[in-house]
């Protein structure tokens, strides 16, 4: 199940991470605790539509772009097999030397949207799916070149 708490989490860290600022930076500016900042990205607490304002303007960001982006990783999600319903995968071999995880990497796929979104999901368990979406920078796509 992708949980919206999640990938706004995500949407908010790679802003700030690609703006090259810290925690204290953006949670001096919205004005909220850099620990409880830490918690939303981390997709641990959600947040208010207050807060959320607080946080994209201290980004510089608008609300509707985050709110945007963060439906059309949703929709994707939606559209891609077994990230809203149970996957029965067979969990990947682990070598007799390996020590047991909780979460393994099974069920990982990547995909794109008309180049401007790339996500990727894990599944971590048949009713738990971990989302990352990040945005495709030009460079990122396939250059094509007519000779």
Excluded: F, W
């Excluded at 990938?7 to 790679?14: N, S």
């Amino acid at each position: 199940m992708v949980l919206l708490r999640r990938v706004i989490g995500d949407a908010l860290r790679a802003r700030r991470q690609g703006q090259h600022r810290t925690l204290r930076e953006v949670s001096t500016a919205a004005n909220v605790s850099l620990g409880y900042l830490s918690e939303i990205e981390r997709g641990q607490k959600e947040p208010s539509s207050e807060l959320l304002a607080a946080i994209c303007d201290a980004l510089g960001a608008r609300l509707s772009e985050l709110l945007r982006e963060v439906s059309d990783t949703v929709a994707l999600a939606e559209q891609m097999p077994g990230v809203l319903v149970p996957v029965q995968d067979e969990p990947a071999p682990v070598p007799a030397a390996a020590p047991v995880r909780k979460a393994t990497n099974r069920g990982v796929r990547q995909v794109s949207s008309d180049g401007k979104v790339a996500v990727q999901v894990r599944q971590d368990s048949p009713l738990k799916a971990t989302l990352r979406s990040t945005r495709v920078r030009p460079s990122d796509r396939d250059v094509v070149c007519a000779a």
